[in-house]
């Protein structure tokens, strides 16, 4: 059964900060996504990440992928308010089109 | 503009009656699905679809009920044997594209059952 995890699942940071949130999963997948939820709000996608050493970067937002460790990261480079949401990772669950979600990571961004 | 609808954003209900959640879209797209939302939790998936007439239970799939008569729609129906209905729940639909699967959510319906 394919499992994802997040950590931290809270992160309360400052604004000019520097921080990571990680995603491990533990079966073999190649494609990992990076959704963002506001409060109320439906999921928005950010990254998709299709091969080991995969990066992509929006912004504040890096995001990367390695297939052998099993573990994508989400990098928040000088935090701005405007990335308060919760983070969630997703992987393929392969054949089906489906999706198994992390438990998300709630960030909050302080002035 | 494609997307996907689903109405409405609020609901309430007594308990013990069934309510249905609408889920439409216009994204010519095969795959659809249900996802349930707890606060402060992840999406857990409740029901999928992958082609007219044909759907397959999720991980969370008990009191509730699916029915895909038509390509565009996917309705959710939340039945009385479903024991702590209340809960946000997202419907998608998908494709898979040169850049992996894309899925697509809707806005959401809030539903509080007292």
């Known amino acids: 059964e394919l499992k994802v995890e997040q950590n931290p699942l809270f992160l309360s940071m400052q604004e000019g900060k520097n921080y990571t949130i990680y995603c491990n999963y533990s079966t073999t997948s190649d494609r990992l996504y990076w959704y963002r939820q506001d409060p109320g709000k439906s999921l928005e996608s950010l990254f998709v990440?299709?091969?080991?050493?995969a990066v992509k970067q929006e912004g504040r937002l890096m995001a990367s992928l390695d297939t052998k460790a099993r573990l994508s990261t989400l990098h928040i480079t000088a935090a701005v308010h405007d990335l308060s949401a919760t983070y969630f990772c997703a992987v393929d669950r392969g054949g089906a089109q489906k999706l198994v979600f992390g438990q998300g990571t709630r960030l909050t961004i302080n002035p | 503009d494609g997307g996907i609808t689903q109405s409405p954003k609020y609901l309430f209900r007594k308990e013990g009656q069934n309510v249905t959640l609408s889920c439409e879209q216009n994204l010519n797209h095969d795959a659809m699905y249900w996802y349930r939302q707890d606060p402060g939790q992840g999406l857990r998936l409740i029901y999928y679809?992958?082609?007219?007439?044909?759907?397959q239970k999720g991980d969370i799939a008990e009191g509730y009920s699916v029915s895909r008569e038509k390509k565009e729609s996917f309705p959710l129906t939340v039945t009385s044997a479903q024991k702590n209905p209340t809960a946000f729940y997202l419907c998608a639909s998908s494709v898979y594209g040169t850049g992996g699967l894309e899925q697509y959510f809707g806005p959401g319906t809030r539903l509080t059952v007292t």
């Open positions: 990440l299709l091969s080991n050493g």
């Open positions: 679809s992958q082609i007219v007439n044909d759907f």
